[in-house]
């Protein structure tokens, strides 16, 4: 099984190299997606797979059916759409949209699972179960997986699977990590309105621009002293509006943050702690605020068996010189956590850094860039945990 997977993907990787980069010179922001999905669909349905459009607005799916449709159901899920940011890559296969680039390596996503599904429509040997394929739009406003969840996506699906490039690690490496993979990440508005008054008589106005440095300080400082060590919190307040004139005392100020974190407890009590802390500020100075908190999506938990699976699939392809254990979750969000409050699911890190150390921009950098290699190391590792999820004693040694 392994090495047909293997000789399919060198056969067709020419092929998945034109897909990216033709991805890459088409981004499309969230929810707009329209000419990736129709490029999505037509790739899908010249593999034979039953392909389904306009789902979650912009997403697409596409189905792999097995040999007994009544086994276990696996998704395989890919978000597709790019960012504003301006590319500076000078890639001959650069972004032709000023303002829009594939920054975070959803083309390569993509392309991943368009491979996937490429190579095992192609096995000589039926997969045991069905899989559908997930091509997501929106995932940067986190909001692509709800779409997706709301039209039915997960209706019957047991597990699910992704990656994520990974610009940290070398190309062709597969970063494995139990747990917690990403953050809990929310979003969070303060408005604090006080009195407005001449800026030459303080004493006679509530300066909503000085309560609110006091609210920002506050946060900060009590996230040391309140918030449990071993339990991450990273609060950023990104935009400050408020004030009218140089000389007039403001009597409204509004913060829009982000707020991150990893532990469950933390996660649910965190809405409270910001108000305790926001009203002890603007209470003695006469100051009214109100407190906007959104749930944005919750950590990306990687099921433990999934994982292993995946880790013993990535070693039995590659050896244990190309597998790295990820020791330390990350901050960022990933709105692939939503799918695992409908099933479980693990999300391995795919390298995609070059040789050249000074050249691996980070994610969401306009200079972003992968070493196209990666693509090859994607697809096996993918397609092969995907053939091996059937035999669920795979964990307990190598993949059959």
Sequence with gaps: ??????AISEKIAPRLIEIRRHLHSHPELSGQ???????????????GLRVQELVGKTGVIGELEGSDPNRRLLAIRSDMDALPIH??????????????MHACGHDVHTTIGLGTAMVLSQL????AGSIRFLFQPAEETAQGARWMIADGVMEGVDAIFSQHVYPVIPAGTIGIR???LTAAA???????TGESGHGARPHEAIDAIWIASQVITTLQQSISRTQNPLHPVVLTIGQISGGRAANVIADRVKLLGTVRSLHPDTHQHLPQWIEDIVAA???????????????????VMNDLELTQLTEVCAEDAWGSDRIQLILEPSLGA??????????????????????????NYPLHHPKFDVDETAITTGVVTMAYAACCYWQRACPLGKAP
């Design 281 to 299: 500020v603007c209470q003695p100075y006469g100051a009214n605020y109100q407190i906007n908190y959104r749930r944005g999506v919750p950590s």
């Design 186 to 192: 929310d979003d969070l508005e303060i408005v604090i």
């Design 87 to 100: 590319e500076l890559t000078e890639l001959e296969f650069a972004s032709s949209k000023p303002g829009i």
């Design 33 to 47: 997606e329209y000419q990736t999905a129709a490029y999505i669909a037509g790739v899908l349905s010249s593999c």
């Design 124 to 127: 000589e040997s039926p997969l």
């Design 334 to 359: 990933e709105d692939f956590a939503l799918y695992l409050e409908h099933a479980v699911g693990t999300m391995f890190r795919l390298g995609v850094g070059g040789t050249d150390r000074s050249q």
């Design 178 to 180: 139990y747990g917690a």
């Design 1 to 6: 099984m392994l090495s047909q997977i293997k």
